[in-house]
């Protein structure tokens, strides 16, 4: 019987956690897996460059959005899956993204990943034909291009690459005579020192961005923020250098910005702390998951294309057990692969189920509930291999972790601990 082909895009943390579910449970007699990597290693954006938009290796769009000073925003008993011991029990709980990066290659070493995986090359374009899917890939050592097909595309480059920025005020900003900037080029908090700086956005990133800008010595940090379930929790300490402005921007005036409370403030730099698009350059226009976030309309259970299901997605998680649950969604698929698809709806039914997982979102503000209805109802969150991988241990200390980066904590040396969390 001839092997269905599978294309795996990405060997970062959700490419290769999906790699190693499918080395443990995809029926190697009825599938075959290729990995495509870009870079020549694993780790994906944990590559940290000091490159900005194109990178200098490859002349092509830098990929990894890493940062100078980044601590994991999630505690090891969040990164590392239950059955590897990558970590000592001396080193903090939020660790340097140097050491994440590392037990990433760690993991490739000592489940034998690498063998598995094409390094250094470089996805140009995903066309769905026929039953299957054409992959254009350049080989980026040898300069060559090659068409290969697949039966079953899985993506697995995150979901951090693509700048969103605010429309309406990158706009106005046109005549900012200051330095405009994404996150995704923030490279180094020592390069802001003795800086005025606006930070425009009102999630995680911000609130660590400017914890960062404090601590290596920025003469003003301003957040300019609007009303959401992160911004209406914040418990930052402000002061007279280090304050909110909840008012959106009205004009601009060399480096004077003005807010509609008529507020006018001074700035050498603005970054747009707004985070990345769901978008995927490689991916042809009609295969462009749908998003609107939290709720993913056209991919059933965040995985699985409603339109073209033998495409699926790994990553495409909002909260803070994304390390874990990358694994789990990889377990997922390959059930869902060994089985023959049949355990999926038809499509109308993925899309009424969607769509009533969506209704059914808490609307109170609270970080927990929010939690707790994700873990409780997503079917890869409630993958059994023995042990339930996730259960509301997890989901205590995530709560946790949200709490003190709301309060702006320096975490660098905090412990965290899931064995401080009794069974629930």
Not at 146 to 175: H, Q
Not at 328 to 348: C, F, R, S
Request: glycine fraction near 4%; hydrophobic fraction near 40%.
């Amino acid at each position: 019987m001839k092997t269905k082909k599978v294309a795996l895009i990405g060997s970062g943390m959700s490419g290769l956690h999906t790699l190693l579910a499918f080395e443990e449970k995809l029926d190697k007699n009825e599938y075959s897996v290729v990995c495509f990597e870009r870079m020549a290693d694993v780790g994906g954006l944990w590559n940290f460059t000091e490159d900005v938009d194109i990178d200098s290796t490859d002349n092509l769009p830098v990929h990894s959005a890493m940062y100078k000073n980044l601590l994991t925003n999630t505690p090891r008993d969040l990164v590392e899956l239950p059955f590897t011991n990558f970590f000592h029990e001396n080193e903090p709980s939020f660790l340097p993204w140097q050491r994440y990066r590392d037990s990433l290659c760690q993991l490739a070493e000592a489940y034998d990943l690498r063998r598995l995986i094409k390094f250094r090359h470089y996805i140009e374009n995903v066309t769905q034909q026929d039953n299957g899917f054409k992959l254009q890939v350049l080989n980026l050592n040898t300069k060559e291009e090659f068409t290969e097909y697949f039966d079953f595309v899985v993506v697995g480059t995150g979901r951090f690459n693509i700048p969103n920025w605010p429309a309406r005020e990158t706009n106005l900003l046109k005549s900012f005579n200051g330095v405009y900037i994404h996150s995704k080029n923030f490279k180094d908090p020592e390069l802001y020192k003795d800086k005025r700086v606006l930070l425009i956005g009102s999630g995680i990133s911000v609130l660590d961005i400017a914890v960062l800008l404090k601590k290596y010595g920025a003469k003003k940090i301003v957040l300019n923020t609007k009303p959401n379930i992160m911004s209406k929790n914040c418990k930052l300490q402000w002061d007279d250098n280090f304050y909110e402005i909840r008012h959106p921007i009205t004009a601009v005036s060399e480096n004077t910005i003005t807010f509609a409370n008529d507020a006018k403030e001074e700035f050498d730099t603005i970054i747009a702390c707004t985070g990345f698009l769901m978008k995927y350059p490689f991916l042809e226009e009609k295969l462009q998951p749908i998003v609107k976030v939290p709720f993913f309309p056209h991919l059933y259970d965040a995985i699985v294309s409603i339109d073209f299901p033998n495409l699926l997605f790994v990553g495409m998680v909002n909260f803070f057990l994304i390390k874990l649950t990358t694994y789990t969604q990889g377990l997922y698929i390959a059930k869902l692969l060994n089985n023959h698809m049949i355990d999926l709806p038809n499509k109308e039914n993925m899309e009424k189920y969607m769509l009533e997982w969506y209704q059914r979102i808490p609307l109170n503000d609270e970080v927990y509930s929010i939690l707790e209805y994700h873990l409780t109802t997503t079917n890869y969150c409630k993958i059994n291999c023995g042990k339930r991988l996730i259960d509301k241990r997890h989901l205590k200390l995530c709560f946790d972790v949200i709490q003190h980066a709301l309060a702006g904590t320096d975490v660098t040396n905090m412990q965290m601990r899931l064995s401080d969390y009794a069974e629930l």
